[in-house]
């Protein structure tokens, strides 16, 4: 049982280009989340799903898209990354909303240049 | 509209207990208190949560004042590895979203 895991652990990108993380859950967990989480700051969140071929958006939705077209699996895009998304990126997930906690990934380090 | 309030920082000595104050004086009653914590670059770590009565796990206590303002996360016997910040959230139940606030910088000094 491996959890929540995310794939890459670094990357660095140059402005405008485009990349894809990755974030998979083995615990069979209907919601899912990305959170960014900037230095010295609190997490905030960007796009959520609560089901599989669900998203939505949350408090910093713009410039990234998600898909969740399988359970396990839920993608975060940037299509044409800035400097201003250099971030620690957390990808978490929870079995139901009724107190359940979220369970987190280890993150992913993203630099762009 | 941060709905918690909590000290920046704050050092405990090795072995002795930290106890963590945490403001959250317009609660709702269907609100609940979560504490998560924060280890160097890692991802968030759940430790308790609570609706109004005071709650342990092999982790930590939880104490939620009568009222239910404020709350107290009490780590019984602190390590060198507690060192982490410390975040008291308060959630809806079937709110789907953790709102994070700047949380409590915990240093355990040997």
């Known amino acids: 049982n491996a959890g929540v895991t995310q794939t890459p652990k670094f990357r660095v990108l140059k402005t405008g280009q485009s990349m894809t993380l990755l974030c998979a859950q083995d615990?069979?967990?209907?919601?899912m989340y990305w959170y960014r989480q900037d230095p010295g700051m609190g997490l905030r969140l960007i796009h959520y799903?609560?089901?599989?071929?669900?998203?939505a958006k949350g408090e910093v939705p713009d410039g990234y898209n998600v898909s969740r077209l399988k359970k396990q699996n839920f993608l975060l895009g940037l299509e044409s990354a800035a400097p201003s998304q250099t971030s620690v990126y957390f990808c978490?997930?929870?079995?139901?909303?009724?107190?359940?906690?979220?369970?987190f990934g280890p993150g992913t380090r993203l630099t762009v240049l | 509209d941060a709905k918690t309030t909590q000290p920046p920082s704050m050092d405990c000595a090795e072995g002795r207990a930290a106890n963590l104050p945490c403001n959250h004086s317009?609660?709702?009653?269907?609100?609940?208190v979560y504490w998560y914590r924060q280890i160097h670059s890692q991802g968030p770590q759940y430790i308790i949560h609570g609706l109004k009565n005071n709650e342990t796990n092999e982790m930590a206590s939880l104490i939620i004042t009568e009222d239910r303002k404020s709350s107290t996360l009490i780590l019984p016997h602190a390590t060198l590895r507690d060192t982490a910040v410390y975040y008291c959230i308060v959630r809806i139940t079937f709110d789907y979203k953790l709102s994070f606030g700047a949380g409590t910088t915990v240093t355990v000094r040997a």
């Open positions: 799903s609560v089901g599989e071929g669900t998203t």
């Open positions: 978490a997930s929870t079995r139901t909303l009724l107190g359940d906690t979220q369970y």
């Open positions: 615990m069979n967990h209907e919601y």
């Open positions: 317009t609660i709702s009653g269907n609100e609940y």
